[in-house]
């Protein structure tokens, strides 16, 4: 590799990710300090230690590294999207070798990771001031799931992304063989990267196993449903807040049994996961008209609502980070509640006229229903999560039979004409 | 449509037991205010399902083989129905995805209705003639061959109503199938195949 070379081609690529930076960093960490801060500040402080303990940990196996290193691949794989036309092209005649290229490309896709190795710094500079036990060799593993996570998804043949993706998991664990392990895998990686010729390699943009997961789950609703929401989605989360910090408070000041805090945390999760998705969908609710033409597109009314349940899904999903930390047993139950409440309420969403928040009191009681009895017994969490499809299926049916230009008329037209 | 019966509500039935096939060519449909004109392409289009009956688009039923059925259907509304959450770029870039087609159609179809300086507008910021390009716009990604209009001319200058009538004229010698609800038979006659009359619920066919 000559430096020049790299040097030449790695500012090209920076900035480029610069601008990818902004856009991507903004959006996750605006996202993850919306759900850190409405957190009670005891969950907040022992989700930071939790975090932090885990990140600097000496042990090999930790969560949080290995989260971080997913988040790291996910992140890259965004990044690595915007960032393929500049892989390709014009440009690809200049006088700079394959491996400089590629490496110039994996630093230019690593550059768009500042925010979580920032965040992975910080945490493990919390760990030591806690008197956590904090190894250097976490940090040592931290430029090499950015590099793994990065060469993971820039274009090369598949063997080198592939190495590339192996070095990621193996550089979290931060242990002295992994990270060995990591730089000679990363290392035959960029050895590999000189043998093929990029005229020939499709710039890779999703797995070819999830292109149709793709189609049948059309990213652009959830886009939209997110700019329905706007801000709003803050709100949702506030519901959470009244059920989770009486929980955290009850377990902090009382010596339960592990039985009774089990069932109190499994209460406390269960009731703030059914309050922020129903939050949500109320939300979603009332801002979101129904777009009547799409209809005529081809996708299905199962699509449509499996972006919605995707959406609460995914809005709801952190409040079970620390339930899974805590106890992953009663996290597993909540989450098949989570799961259960993401595709019935959908169908529940296309359902009413009448009432002041559009979903119905039924389904209010539904849900705390669902919550209650999940707390109190797991196995109906699981047995509702199994019967999820049903459910879906149901939830499909009534967005079909949905008179959507009555729905329109009688929901939306007045709010439409005082808007005008 | 096979015995297709479809109401708003208890009180206003629209349709009880209507059948229609529809050939290739050009259908016009015409009939009076309130006539359910509007009702009986949405039931075509796949945008409201029918309370009883079957609705088949291409061989496929809609509601049963709803991707199918909607592959090969556009739909352009009287009224420009596009969600305000999205840049009009982003409404083609979903069509296209859907319809498995290039993203490079979205800037063609961009430069054939004249709407790249406002790819990036949100509708709320265009024009109902705007929007009703931007509906335009997305019937012709992917060249589908089923088309299903509602007052296609309305809202429309002389400019681009001579380019419906050309893209009609294609689909019609494409051996495509338009049905289109007008007022204006008059301009659209020449191109026509068949004439129906809907009234009282129950559709004629009427003479050329």
């Known amino acids: 590799m000559t430096a020049a070379g790299l040097g030449a081609s790695f500012r090209f690529h920076l900035a480029s990710s610069i601008r990818v930076t902004l856009g991507l960093a903004a959006f996750q960490l605006v996202l993850l300090l919306v759900l850190v801060a409405l957190q009670p500040p005891q969950a907040r402080a022992l989700l930071f230690e939790g975090l932090a303990a885990g990140i600097a940990t000496p042990e090999a196996f930790s969560a949080s590294r290995l989260g971080f290193a997913l988040w790291a691949v996910l992140a890259a794989a965004a990044a690595a999207r915007r960032l393929a036309p500049t892989q390709r092209g014009w440009h690809l005649h200049l006088p700079v070798d394959l491996r400089t290229r590629w490496g110039a490309g994996v630093l230019g896709v690593a550059s768009t990771l500042p925010h979580l190795a920032v965040l992975w710094i910080l945490l493990w500079i919390g760990a030591t001031l806690l008197g956590e036990p904090a190894s250097p060799r976490a940090l040592l593993a931290l430029p090499l799931v950015a590099l793994g996570a990065a060469g993971a998804w820039t274009p090369a043949p598949r063997r080198v992304r592939a190495c590339a993706a192996v070095a990621v998991p193996l550089a979290a664990s931060a242990s002295s063989p992994g990270l060995v392990a990591a730089t000679a895998i990363f290392a035959l990686a960029y050895f590999q990267s000189g043998r093929w010729s990029p005229r020939t390699v499709r710039v890779p943009v999703a797995p070819s196993s999830l292109r149709p997961l793709g189609r049948r789950l059309p990213t652009g609703q959830l886009v939209l449903s997110l700019r329905a929401l706007g801000l709003w989605i803050a709100l949702a989360h506030l519901p959470a807040v009244l059920f989770a910090a009486p929980t955290g408070l009850a377990l902090h000041n009382n010596d339960f049994t592990p039985d009774q805090s089990e069932l109190v945390l499994r209460l406390g999760t269960s009731l703030a996961i059914a309050a922020t998705v129903l939050g949500t969908a109320t939300l979603l609710n009332a801002r979101r008209p129904p777009w009547a033409w799409s209809r005529s597109l081809p996708w299905s009314a199962r699509q449509r609502v499996a972006a919605d349940a995707v959406l609460l899904l995914l809005v709801a999903s952190p409040l079970l980070i620390p339930v899974l930390y805590l106890r992953a047993s009663s996290g597993l139950s909540v989450l098949a509640l989570l799961v259960f409440l993401a595709v019935r309420l959908p169908g529940r969403m296309r359902n009413s006229l009448r009432g002041l928040t559009k979903l119905g009191t039924w389904t209010y009681i539904e849900t705390l229903l669902a919550a209650l009895l999940t707390a109190l017994q797991p196995v109906i969490g699981l047995a509702l999560a199994l019967a999820s499809p049903l459910f879906l299926e149901a939830s499909a049916r009534r967005e079909q039979s949905l008179k959507v230009g009555l729905y329109l008329e009688r929901r939306f037209d007045g709010a439409r004409e005082a808007e005008s | ?208």
Do not use: Y
């Open chain 2, 1 to 208: 449509m096979e015995s297709v019966a479809f109401a708003w509500d208890d009180r206003s039935r629209i349709f009880s037991d209507l059948n229609l096939e529809v050939a290739s060519g050009v259908t016009l449909l015409s009939g009076e205010n309130g006539a359910g004109k509007s009702t009986l392409l949405k039931l075509a289009a796949g945008v409201e399902k029918p309370d009883a009956g079957t609705v088949f688009v291409n061989g496929s039923d809609l509601w049963r083989r709803e991707v199918r059925a909607r592959s090969d259907l556009a739909f352009v509304p009287q009224e420009p129905d596009v969600t305000p959450f999205a840049t009009v770029r982003e409404v083609l870039r979903l069509v296209c995805r859907l319809r498995s087609q290039p993203m490079e159609q979205v800037d063609e179809v961009l430069a054939e209705t004249d709407l790249e300086a406002e790819a990036e507008l949100s509708v709320r910021e265009l024009s109902r003639g705007q929007r009703r390009r931007v509906l335009l716009a997305a019937a012709w990604v992917g060249t589908p061959r089923t088309v299903i209009l509602d007052e296609p001319l309305d809202a429309m200058d002389e400019h681009w109503r001579g380019r419906i009538h050309g893209w009609l004229e294609a689909l019609r010698e494409a051996g495509g199938l338009a049905l289109v609800a007008t007022h204006e038979a008059g301009s659209l006659g020449e191109l026509a195949d068949r004439f129906l009359v809907l009234r009282n619920g129950e559709l004629r066919l009427d003479s050329p």
